[in-house]
Structure formats: structure tokens, C-alpha cells
């Protein structure tokens, strides 16, 4: 991806909005562009900021999350912990593109996120679409393991293989890796590691691991997948 999908958190609860943040900037290729804790807020900062990607909770404290959705125009995921089927049928019926339980963990939301990105990436190359590239793009927006499965095999290009090698470190014992490290190895710039690292990681050959540094900021390791 040449630039990050852009993501606004609705979520009433100051620190849940954070946890949720961090599990965004967790995952490579998404920024979060902001915060709302109230339905108004919400539209006020949809239409100032213009996000890729809304993760809206359905109770806020000034209305319900699902009276936004339908006011939003933009793709939509949402987190609640809302468990009826009424608050299901209506966010899939207003245009929800997933809809996440809470409590959830990060790599939960990482999931949703890196097939979202996928189905983006899969619709932004395409030109025209025919009824194998819908259900493409479907089966990618639903995400998961099936979702790699189903997609057609694709030739890695040289630099993909190079990273890939990289990757899998002296005498095949794999190692993790940051973008720098991989980028320093193979000899491209540190941007173009993160694309390729990111592309990666969306077709599931390369996993993903956090460490904290002594500053508390989380780096992304990248590990290549058995």
C-alpha cells in the first residue's frame, strides 16, 4: 500500500478508545486520524477528517451507533459489545462491513483489519470487475484463513523472495525481524521494506510481533510464517 487507510475510533470510553487505538497502530498500513466519544462528535469528525474506516460502537451516551451509520459514507466496522441479533441485523443492513464483539483482542481487530485491506487493495486494481473479482473481493473482506485459501496463488516478485530469505535467517532458523533490519539486509530503503512487509503479511506469509522498547512504544517484528 503507497499510503495508510485511515481510521476514526467511536467509543464513549476514553480507555477503551485507546486500547483500540493502539490494537489500530498495531497493524501496519493503518493510522488512526482520530477519536469520538459521542454520536455528534462522531459526524463532526467524519466530515472534518474523512476517514477510510469508522469502528463505531453502538451506545454512545447522545444516541445509538447504528442512527450514525446510516449518516455515514464511508466503510464502516463495528465494535460493540451489543450481542442481540435486532443490533446485528440492522449495523449488516445499514452497511456494516464487519461486526466485532467486545471484549476482543488485538489480533482479533488485527484480523478484520488486515481483510479489509485486502478487499480494498483487491478493488483499487481493478479497473472493471467481473463476477469472480466480486466474490474475490467478498471473500476477502470476510477475512480469515479461508479467505487466503480461497484466493488465487500469485507469483512472488525477486524482492519479495529476498525478504522472504531474509526472513528465514541463518541455517533456516527463522528470525524476527524490524522493517530496518529487513530493509538494511536486503538493500532497499526502509519504505519500501514496510510495503513489502505489509503486502506480505496481508497473504499471511509473514507474521507479525510487537516489542516494547524502553521508551514503551511497540515495534513491529516481522517473522516468516511455517
Known amino acids: 500500500m503507497s499510503q495508510d487507510f485511515t481510521v476514526l ?5 476514553f480507555h477503551v478508545a485507546s486500547l483500540h487505538s493502539s490494537y489500530v497502530a498495531s497493524v501496519p498500513g493503518f493510522t488512526v486520524a482520530g477519536h469520538a466519544g459521542n454520536a455528534q ?16 460502537d453502538v451506545y454512545l451516551p447522545d444516541g445509538s451507533g447504528l442512527d450514525v451509520l446510516r449518516q455515514l459514507d464511508c466503510d464502516v466496522i463495528m465494535l460493540s459489545a451489543a450481542a442481540d441479533a435486532t443490533s446485528l ?3 449488516f443492513r445499514r452497511g456494516a462491513l464487519a461486526y466485532l464483539l467486545k471484549p476482543f483482542g488485538p489480533e482479533d481487530l488485527a484480523q478484520r483489519l488486515r481483510s479489509y ?3 480494498r487493495r483487491l478493488l483499487d486494481r481493478a479497473t472493471s470487475l467481473d463476477q469472480e473479482a466480486v466474490e474475490r473481493a467478498r471473500r476477502a473482506l470476510l477475512g480469515g484463513e479461508a479467505a487466503v485459501v480461497a484466493a488465487p496463488a500469485r507469483t512472488r516478485s525477486a524482492t519479495e523472495q529476498t525478504i522472504l530469505e531474509a526472513l528465514a535467517g541463518a541455517a533456516g532458523r527463522p528470525e524476527a525481524l524490524s522493517a530496518l533490519e529487513v530493509a538494511r539486509q536486503v538493500g532497499v530503503s526502509r519504505a519500501t521494506a514496510q510495503r513489502y512487509l505489509s503486502a506480505l503479511a496481508d497473504d499471511g506469509a509473514v507474521g507479525i510481533q510487537l516489542r516494547y522498547g524502553t521508551t514503551g512504544r511497540p515495534e513491529h517484528r516481522y517473522a516468516r510464517r511455517p
Open 41 to 56: 462528535q462522531a459526524l463532526q469528525a467524519f466530515h472534518s477528517l474523512r476517514p477510510d474506516l469508522v469502528l463505531l
Open 9 to 13: 475510533i467511536v467509543d464513549d470510553d
Open 117 to 119: 485491506a485486502r478487499y
Open 89 to 91: 441485523r440492522m449495523a
